[in-house]
């Protein structure tokens, strides 16, 4: 620890992104993942980063309903998408309160029901990823639902309740667009039991 | 309550929390906080002849650089040696920051502080470290041939030798007709949790407090480990485990050096730091586990009982023993499984070489010891030409046993007596459940197409639950609310949703009532930790036992105030009422604060509780003698022994004739944790632990180099199971309660990983008809065991398994 030498600060990006539907100024380097930009800057920490190299897809968000991994990505170059986090989900027009009151979208709905998750810590970027596939894919079978969720990496469950949610969330989705009108009470379905 | 909450599926009171975004993991936490990074050791031995940290300095946002020559006090020196064992005659630990020499890849050497994270990482590569590279020690065969050394005073690398044995081996071995020797190999893996470690400490000046969030498995082994290394009582001291993303064992360990580092820089620059592990950091310097070569002598009769078994293995303990030898310990004893060898003689050494420490990873030592077992069963059946079930069946220890003694000590210094199982009932089901009997048929249709299938078996006692001791708190408050708090931590378990469940069940109350609150020194103070599948059985037990403290409380505050006796109350739904006459009642709210004399009262129920009001008894005090105020009730529990679970899985698997690709087709369990909290819970918890025995079996490996670099340190390489390897798992449980605890239970935790890895060699080995000695087993692997096999350098087996199974 000799003498200081003092050097040039990095350049800071005033730049707006808008997150669940909300723009969100911030200034950040360019070098700012986004993932570390929508925990730190953003406050949106329901988005996990479990290993920043893009492989386990805990930091999965939506691009333009897209999934995306958030740590592969700088928060400047994600200015002109529409980003949907966790935090997110819930705004869906098929989503409904759950018995505890929040709202839920139908795979937030079904891992609840279906035990999808226990330290919760992957689950933000399986329910994005599984929300945007079954937008896509509203029937799977049990196949495609295991192939669906085989780019996420979970070390708890051993992924067979995650199936399981794929499948029912697909069941939810389906019995909410048949209701008569999409804004709902409480969803009596999801007592504790 | 009309609904009985123990044994029902609940949903999880943690979830919606979780689901919407809620969680609150360490680095979820402390946003002002400045961060830490660290400078690694980039060589697995080597001499520090030099640090430059110049160029570091003057970067913008740098707070400050720490080697270890600026660690002075207690934090300078070695961490604690954990768990001290009589074997382990050659302990050793580490520094914080390495001293002088470093001993594997992945020790922090200097820790940077900085106002951002990517700042402190940009300064950690401008530190240059210089280093005198030395010899290192890489895998069991160099440290067992004891050539080099990784810690110069440690002859042979010899941490701990061990022997332990009952019955006479030797002559045993002497007079059996038939015996076998068996060598078996199980790789090096790890737990691997989603979320690494991290740390955030808050230094409160003024206080002279620190509150310190770890994500760890032992919230109380933290704050005495750092309350001892800073010097601070440990009044001032609070750690609390918030949301924690797996652990699975890793972070039992403590206090790893970040725990203790992060802490002692925030106190030193009085301002809250924070450090989150990242992944890299995460292969190179959390613990490992799983590493063990074994040999195995077998000495059975003609009807394949076991009468003489004698076992030596060597269990590589990384670099340091912060933890002990608890693993091997665990090997040696729970090898015996759910059977009785006449003789049993164990011998293990633990040795040091230059990777990554050893501690318990989920199944713990367990793995290893039931591939032995497992494959000796085997090898016994195939010598024998009978029914794999058959052999395994004639060696069980038999219900009406039990409690059965072996005389050898377990993991927790206690004597290893079973409590409680149904060996032969399990096996029925197990057998029901995957059509053993059938299999040699399906076989035959199989080949008959011109695929290779086989079929395993494997079979396990689990000790769980553990003591020294947990405990548990529960006080109501005048508005219903039941605040439950149990000192031990949670990882996933559900432990909000299953400790609720216990509480409400034993006061009488609405679940929806009832908050848990785990691994908080500033409510429990008192506590071990979450390990050994012991949560449930000892937390479990203890806020059991404080529920039933406060019920009593509030059946005699009651009874006094309803001028009834005690014995005509029930607790229903959280009113008090006479048993025949439930309009005589009180909720327990009221109870609460009848409970607690007031001289202010401060809302219109509080009232009650005040000075002047109701018919006052001057010859009493208003806290009777002997009691306390308050609606509250603590208590502990604390075993004997540990309580005894088991299980036995079954799985079908094809291998490729060409390719060798190994496929698991079927996957069955039978599980007996005693008597389930939260069944879904307990198969979730079956379903994890098969999932993370797959990746053992056939994908998981640290793949060290000669030098100790450790080449597969990313989740690109280091092949945890996706949803595409891992199996549909088929359960069925049978509920044999322990007699040890008051709910009956047994722990769940670990159970799915243990014979994952026998089960798969049993089934592959039978595919193939020839041995399989060594775990994990890779496509090419087994593609050059075939090779091998073709050539005749492994003798096939001397019948097909399921043939002999043929019915």
């Known amino acids: 620890m000799t003498e200081t030498i003092t050097e040039p600060p990095e350049t800071l990006h005033d730049i707006t992104l808008t997150v669940n539907g909300i723009p969100r100024p911030l200034r950040v380097p360019a070098r700012r993942l986004l993932s570390d930009a929508l925990r730190s800057e953003l406050g949106l920490t329901g988005t996990h980063v ?23 990505m700088f928060a400047v170059s994600a200015t002109d998408y529409r980003i949907t986090t966790v935090e997110g989900l819930a705004e869906a027009a098929d989503a409904r309160p759950c018995s505890s009151g929040q709202r839920m979208n139908p795979v937030q709905q079904a891992f609840m029901e279906c035990h999808g998750l226990q330290c919760g810590f992957c689950t933000p970027g399986f329910l994005t990823t599984i929300t945007a596939y079954l937008d896509q894919n509203p029937a799977p079978t049990a196949e495609q639902a295991r192939e669906a969720v085989s780019g996420n990496l979970c070390r708890c469950t051993g992924y067979q309740n995650i199936v399981k949610s794929v499948l029912r969330a697909a069941e939810i989705k389906a019995e909410r667009r048949a209701e008569p009108h999409s804004t709902g009470g409480v969803d009596t379905r999801t007592e504790s039991r | 309550m009309t609904t009985r909450m123990f044994g029902a599926p609940i949903k999880r009171k943690e979830d919606p929390r979780l689901i919407t975004g809620g969680g609150r993991y360490v680095d979820d936490l402390g946003r002002e906080a400045w961060v830490a990074a660290f400078v690694r050791a980039p060589h697995a031995h080597a001499r520090i002849t030099g640090i430059d940290a110049d160029d570091a300095v003057g970067l913008d946002g740098v707070i400050g650089i720490y080697t270890h020559e600026d660690l002075t006090g207690t934090i300078g020196e070695r961490l604690p040696q954990l768990i001290p064992h009589p074997s382990l005659t050659h302990p050793v630990t580490t520094h914080p920051l390495v ?76 007079t059996a007709p038939h015996t076998l020797h068996l060598d078996l190999e199980i790789e090096r893996s790890a737990s691997m949790p989603m979320e690494g470690r991290g740390v955030y400490a808050q230094w409160n000046a003024q206080e002279q407090h620190l509150t310190l ?76 586990e799983r590493a063990q070569l074994h040999e195995a002598t077998i000495g059975f ?23 002990g030898i608890i693993t091997p310990i665990i090997t040696s004893t729970q090898m015996l499984g759910p059977y009785k ?45 009978l029914d794999r079930t058959i052999v395994r069946s004639r060696n069980f220890i038999l219900p009406e046993e039990m409690p059965y003694a072996f005389g050898l000590l377990f993991q927790d210094g206690r004597p290893l007596t079973y409590d409680s199982g149904d060996f032969p009932a399990s096996l029925t089901k197990l057998k029901a459940l995957v059509g053993w009997d059938d ?22 006692v689990e000790g ?66 979450t390990f050994a599948s012991r949560a449930a059985v000892m937390s479990g037990s203890a806020v059991a036992l404080a529920a039933r403290n406060v019920r009593a409380k509030a059946l005699r505050i009651a009874a006094d105030a309803l001028e009834v006796a005690e014995t005509d109350l029930d607790i229903i739904d959280g009113v008090i009422q006479v048993k025949g006459a439930p309009a005589t009642s009180i909720p327990l709210g009221m109870v609460s604060i009848l409970s607690n004399p007031l001289r202010y009262s401060f809302d219109e129920a509080s009232k009650a509780a005040t000075q002047f009001t109701g018919n006052v008894d001057f010859d009493r005090p208003p806290v009777d003698p ?46 007996d944790c005693g008597r389930m909290i939260n069944p879904m819970i307990v198969e979730g918890q079956v379903h994890g632990g098969v999932a993370q025995g797959v990746g053992g079996a056939l994908y998981e490996r640290m793949a060290y180099d000669d030098a100790g670099q450790l080449l597969n340190a990313s989740f690109m390489d280091f092949l945890m199971p996706y949803a595409s390897e891992v199996p549909h798992v088929e359960t069925d449980h049978l509920e044999t309660p322990s007699p040890l605890n008051p709910l009956g239970v047994k722990g769940a935790g670990e159970a799915g990983c243990i014979p994952v890895s026998a089960v798969i060699a049993s089934a592959i080995e039978d595919a193939e008809g020839f041995p399989i000695t060594a775990m994990p087993i890779s496509p090419v692997q087994l593609w050059e065991l075939r090779r091998r096999h073709a050539a005749g350098e492994i003798p096939s087996l001397k019948t097909r398994h399921s043939n002999a199974e043929r019915h």
């Open chain 1, 50 to 72: 479990g290993c920043e190299h893009g492989v386990c897809g805990s930091c999965t968000i939506l691009i333009d309903g897209a999934p995306m991994r958030s740590c592969l």
């Open chain 2, 99 to 174: 001293a002088h020499v470093v001993k594997h890849v992945g020790q922090p050497v200097v820790m940077v502080v900085a106002t951002d994270r990517y700042v402190a990482e940009d300064a950690c590569g401008r530190i240059t470290v210089s280093y005198e590279q030395l010899p290192p020690v890489v895998g069991l065969q160099a440290s067992r041939e004891a050539k080099k050394l990784v810690h110069p005073d440690v002859p042979g690398n010899i941490a701990a030798h061990m022997i332990q044995s009952f019955g006479d081996v030797g002559a045993e071995l002497a």
């Open chain 2, 213 to 288: 969030w770890s994500s760890t498995q032992t919230t109380t082994g933290v704050r005495a480990a750092v309350a001892a290394t800073l010097g601070l009582p440990l009044v001032k001291v609070d750690c609390i485990a918030p949301d924690v993303g797996g652990g699975f064992g890793v972070k039992i360990m403590h206090p790893y050096p970040e725990e203790v580092l992060i802490p002692w820089a925030a106190r030193e620059l009085n301002h809250d730091i924070k450090w989150t592990e990242d992944r890299r950091e995460h292969f190179i310097s959390s613990a490992h």
């Open chain 2, 301 to 323: 009769d003609d009807e394949g009982r076991l009468l003489g078994m004698d076992v030596k293995f060597w269990h590589d303990n990384g670099a340091y023993t912060p933890y």
């Open chain 2, 341 to 385: 060898p006449r003789a049993y003689r164990c011998e293990f050494f633990s040795l040091y070489t230059n990777t990554v420490i050893v501690l318990p990873y989920r199944g713990a030592g367990r793995p290893q010891g039931v591939f032995v077992m497992e494959r000796a069963m085997d090898a016994i059946a195939d010598h024998l030409g």
């Open chain 2, 439 to 460: 299999f040699a048929e399906y076989r035959a249709e199989a080949e008959a197409e011109g695929r290779r299938v086989g079929l395993g078996i494997g079979c396990y």
């Open chain 2, 464 to 529: 769980t639950g553990v003591g020294p001791y947990e405990g548990g708190h529960v006080v109501v408050e005048p508005s219903g609310r039941v605040n439950v708090a149990t000192g031990l931590t949670t990882q996933g378990q559900g432990h909000q949703t299953a400790f609720a469940q216990i509480v409400a069940d034993e006061l009488g109350v609405p679940i929806d009532d009832v908050h848990v609150t785990t691994g908080d020194t500033r409510r429990m103070g008192y506590a071990v930790g």
């Open chain 2, 626 to 671: 002997g009691q306390e105020p308050g609606l509250e009730g603590r208590d502990f529990y604390s075993p004997t022994q540990a309580a005894f679970a088991n299980g036995m899985h079954a799985a079908i698997v094809e291998t490729d004739p060409v390719t060798a690709e190994i496929k698991i087709l079927r996957y069955c369990v039978i599980h």
